[in-house]
């Protein structure tokens, strides 16, 4: 009985693997394809922080040089300030971008993380458990099955010895009274 439970156990374990492995890899699959996409936009943000690198390095670049060649010093002045406004800008630009890749990275690494406890659920590992499980099963069955065949013969063994025990007290009952009969006609003829 125990055995059959153990069979229903394991079968319900499959039942839970194959359930689990349907929930989870769509989940899984979901997740990869988010890491992806997080990657992607890392390396978007990352060409477009350099391209502003650029983009500030080339308008410093052309600010010195007007700043050499002009002789207004208000329009270039003016221009300098533009351009610093700008340049000021573009930097907080480059610190929110650097700030939203910190985020990208930290929900990448959580992603990472829970992906890592989800592989924990090895269905290989599992199913191998359950082969080794089934095998010990059917040895316990076997066995429990020669223990009931010899249990069921000692049984049978035991009644037939119970039966002949009791035909030999019924034979030593009737006996008994011709033994009585005999010692007292005995009695009599010798009085």
């Known amino acids: 009985m125990n055995d059959t439970l153990t069979l229903n156990k394991l079968e319900k374990l499959i039942e839970v693997e194959n359930k689990l492995r349907g929930e989870y890899q769509q989940q899984l699959d979901a997740k990869d394809a988010t890491i992806a996409q997080l990657n992607s936009d890392k390396a978007t943000l990352e060409s477009k922080l350099s391209e502003l690198e650029n983009t500030i390095a080339t308008q410093l670049a052309t600010i010195t040089d007007l700043s050499g060649k002009s ?3 208000q329009a270039l002045e003016q221009r300098n ?3 610093h406004n700008r340049s000021e800008n573009m930097k907080e630009e480059v610190a929110t971008v650097k700030s939203r890749i910190k985020a990208l990275q930290k929900d990448l690494a959580a992603d990472r993380t829970e992906l890592a406890e989800l592989k924990k659920y090895d269905p290989q590992r599992l199913r191998k458990n359950l082969d080794a499980s089934k095998k010990k099963l059917a040895e316990k069955t ?7 065949k ?20 019924a034979q030593l009952e009737a006996l008994k009274p011709e033994d009585s009969a005999q010692e007292e006609s005995a009695e009599q003829a010798a009085a």
């Open 150 to 169: 010899l249990l069921n013969q000692a049984r049978t063994e035991n009644t037939q010895l119970e039966q002949k025990v009791k035909e030999l007290e």
């Open 81 to 83: 300030r533009e351009l």
């Open 142 to 148: 076997t066995a429990a099955d020669k223990l009931q």
């Open 71 to 73: 002789g207004n010093n």
